[in-house]
């Protein structure tokens, strides 16, 4: 096995980063990479981003939401949080398996002093808490393991920016299960507890378990990572208009009155969709909008930024 620093802290260039190395880099060995975001929300490949984000606060604090290519539910990264991503060629007969890859984390942070379980949703806990959630994806022969370990991350900011379901949205998309969480730093056997002396520790152990050797990524590797993140991760078309088709619908008293929306959404446009209770106006038709804030308010003029977030998001 081998191993991958990225010291990089940005959202988009990390989740690029991992999928060009899922698809591209060492197709027939196995390695792991250990990484860390900035302050960003990363919902699964098959959710509904409008559902599980408070769009309000996202937009006050002007955070990023990435779309990843695994399955699973949103979850909440900072500089506290340490990800890990384990990459493995495998043959056509490989099944999803989270409890083998879990072991590897359980047996890194064992040697820290954290005593984790694997839960039965496969999440990995501590003092009957989550510190760890994960996914998996397969394609031609690769899989990738990946999750995240909340070593010292902002637990407030993520219960304020990742919500509940909300009702006034209908969909088949993948739902986030909530469960109470804890950060690990108070428990972590270090001289030096820092975030960074855990990350560095993380990658000491499994290479010292696994008999890893280091893996760089080359020129070319880096202008292909910057390709992706560029065309695909920090496209709003990705992270946000891939969400399944949805409807929505919602009554809300503002200063243009009563006004009453009900929508059908796919592919992050409006497919069919009709706003009344305009004052002057009758039913405003919104077909074809992209359900986002910059193309609403083009199609409604009349609503302030603040009525637009309050009704339709």
């Known amino acids: 096995m081998k191993f991958i620093r990225n010291e990089s802290l940005d959202p988009y260039y990390n989740l690029a980063f991992e999928e060009y190395c899922f698809e591209h880099l060492c197709l027939e060995g196995d390695f792991f990479i250990i990484w860390r975001n900035s302050p960003s929300i990363i919902v699964g490949s098959h959710q509904n981003v409008f559902e599980e984000v408070n769009h309000p ?3 006050e604090t002007n955070i990023p939401v990435v779309r990843r290519i695994s399955g699973g539910g949103t979850v909440y990264h900072d500089p506290g949080n340490v990800n890990f991503s384990f990459i ?3 043959d056509e007969h490989f099944n999803i398996d989270y409890r083998g890859h879990n072991q590897l984390i359980v ?12 839960s039965e949703r496969n999440d990995l806990t501590y003092k009957g808490k989550k ?3 994960n996914a998996q994806r397969i394609i031609k022969k690769r899989v990738i393991h990946h999750g995240t370990i909340l070593y010292d991350a902002n637990l407030d900011q993520l219960e304020a920016l990742i919500r509940p379901s909300m009702n006034k949205i209908e969909s088949k998309a993948i739902q986030s299960v909530r469960s109470k969480v804890i950060n690990i730093k108070p428990y972590v056997n270090l001289k030096v507890n820092t975030v960074e002396t855990f990350a560095d520790e993380m990658i000491r152990v499994l290479s010292r378990s696994y008999e890893c050797e280091e893996l760089f990524v080359d020129e070319d590797d880096l202008n292909g990572i910057n390709e992706l993140a560029h065309g695909k991760y920090r496209s709003w078309q990705w992270n946000y208009g891939e ?5 929505y619908q919602n009554r809300l008293e503002t200063e ?3 006004l009453s929306i009900d929508l059908a959404v796919k592919k992050g446009r409006i497919e069919r969709g009709h706003l009344t209770g305009v004052r002057h106006m009758g039913t405003v038709t919104l077909d074809g909008v992209e359900y986002r804030m910059d193309s609403i308010l083009e199609a409604c003029p009349f609503l302030s930024e603040a009525e637009v977030m309050k009704v339709f998001f």
């Open 57 to 59: 606060l996202v937009k």
């Open 256 to 258: 243009s009155g009563l």
């Open 243 to 247: 969400s399944p088709k949805f409807s």
């Open 131 to 133: 510190i760890s959630g």
């Open 88 to 90: 493995f060629s495998t």
């Open 107 to 118: 047996n890194a942070l064992s040697a820290m002093g954290i005593d984790a379980e694997m």
